[in-house]
């Protein structure tokens, strides 16, 4: 026999009795921002490599260690995304939807080359959120209380939402020195990556997952306390204005987003429900972007929730939406009763769009079909055979109590639509 080809390490089939979870929580995700405005955009899923590196960073994890990079037929550099903002730039820009003002969403897979484990994989999904043309504050403080809303609508508790701000370019920048002066007289203490780290990102030292990091980065000087006037000013009204809508949040110095291209507003939700890969949604300003991709500026903020992360988070908390079933299994046994069963069940599509009607397909005796229309969940079973077929009626079962009818065929529409 030939040898099984199996999928590739970290990239995931999602299976049908899963898929309904995600059709679900994708649904409610849209809904909401729908309701917000936001409009969906699709670009492609492979970019010039370049567009990647002059975006996100070149001395980011992502650009120096994750990206799937490959030449193409013609010897072009070509990058699978591994996230959406810069595709979504880079096609609001081609197609002059900057000009104005935008509420953006767009959906899919995402691919990056790290090590594959609970929640964190190489082709991963996300919803990502992109607002242009907004200066902030106001913006940033509606993105935050919609991504309130969507774990509302999921049922969902138990996230935190961590806020700081990154300040302007040059705030940073100063910044930037502060941090390496300090971190220079502990040298001894930095462990591999963030020694690697110490003088092309330092900033990210603090992003350390490692918790033997964790007393040296809270010693450490906070951007917080050296942030330009405006950013200033606008952190404080993102922070009155959620007070104000009483969204609880925890203001953490230490987020800094891994990609360069944030400033001013970032933000998280993390759980602790789900061991070390706790950020859920991620997101941030990125006013200077658009401009380092050539366009004329325009201020940009957005974010993106992890789906893995997420349909997982559901599960354990047991909000699961509910999943409607199957109405009705035609079981039908005989060559007539095999044909007349099609025509009956599109008769009843015709008469009823939104019914859920699974014909058996395939023969089989009763016993058989009957097994199927068990394990389908379906509400009612429909019965043809022979004498069903000589006297134009099909056998209703109820399901959940046993209970058996006879009901004519012109009759059945307005017997399963009561
Ligand atoms: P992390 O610190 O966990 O590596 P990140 O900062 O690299 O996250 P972003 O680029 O901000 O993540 O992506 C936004 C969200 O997408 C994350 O918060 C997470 O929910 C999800 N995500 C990112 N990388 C992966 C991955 N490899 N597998 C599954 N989900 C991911
Ligand atoms: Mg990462």
């Not at 996100?56 to 260690?65: A, F, L, P, S």
């Not at 990102?201 to 350390?208: E, Q, T």
């Not at 949604?281 to 974010?303: M, N």
């Not at 599960?315 to 009956?344: H, M």
Request: glycine share 8%.
């Amino acid at each position: 026999m030939a040898e099984i080809i199996r999928s590739i390490r970290g990239m995931n089939d999602i299976l049908p009795d899963v898929t309904p979870y995600w059709q679900a929580v994708e649904q409610t995700l849209k809904d909401v921002l729908s309701a917000y405005g936001y409009q969906e955009i699709r670009f492609p899923i492979v970019e010039k490599t370049e567009l990647f590196c002059r975006s996100i960073g070149e001395v980011t994890d992502i650009v120096e260690k994750e990206m799937y990079t490959f030449a193409d037929r013609n010897g072009d550099n070509l990058t699978l995304r591994p996230e959406g903002t810069a595709g979504c730039v880079r096609a609001a820009m081609q197609n002059g939807l900057l000009n104005q003002t935008q509420r953006l969403w767009y959906m899919g897979p995402m691919f990056r080359h790290e090590r594959p484990q609970k929640g964190r994989y190489r082709q991963f999904h996300q919803i990502g959120v992109e607002a242009f043309g907004f200066n902030g504050p106001d913006i940033d403080a509606e993105m935050i209380l919609m991504t309130a809303r969507l774990w509302k609508q999921l049922n969902l508790t138990g996230l935190t939402l961590q806020i700081n701000s990154l300040g302007s370019t040059d705030a940073r920048l100063a910044y930037r020195d502060k941090l390496i002066t300090y971190f220079e007289a502990h040298k001894g203490e930095l462990d591999e990556d963030s020694q690697r780290r110490l003088h092309s990102n330092p900033l990210r030292i603090l992003d350390s997952k490692n918790t033997a990091m964790q007393a040296l980065n809270d010693a450490a000087p906070k951007l917080l306390d050296h942030l330009d006037a405006e950013s200033k000013q606008d952190f404080e009204v993102l922070c009155q204005t959620l007070d104000a809508a009483g969204l609880d949040y925890e203001i953490n110095p230490r987020l800094v987003r891994g990609l360069d291209y944030y400033g001013k507003t970032v933000f998280e939700w993390v759980t602790n429900h789900l061991g070390s890969q706790g950020t859920v949604c991620a997101g941030g300003r990125y006013d200077s972007l658009v401009e380092q991709l050539g366009g004329r500026g325009a201020t940009a903020i957005g974010f993106a929730i992890g789906l893995e992360r997420l349909v997982a988070l559901l599960e354990t908390t047991e909000s699961l939406p509910e999943i409607t079933g199957i109405d009705a299994y035609i079981v039908a046994v005989g060559e007539q009763a095999a044909k007349q069963s099609l025509l009956l069940a599109e008769q009843l599509r015709d008469a009823i769009p939104e019914l859920k009607l699974i014909t058996h397909c395939g023969g089989g005796s009763f016993k058989n079909q009957f097994k199927r229309a068990d394990r389908s969940g379906a509400r009612w079973t429909l019965i043809l055979g022979d004498d069903e077929i000589s006297q134009q009626v099909v056998g209703v079962k109820i399901m959940a109590t046993g209970e058996q009818e006879t009901i004519a065929w012109d009759a059945l529409a307005n017997y399963l639509n009561q």
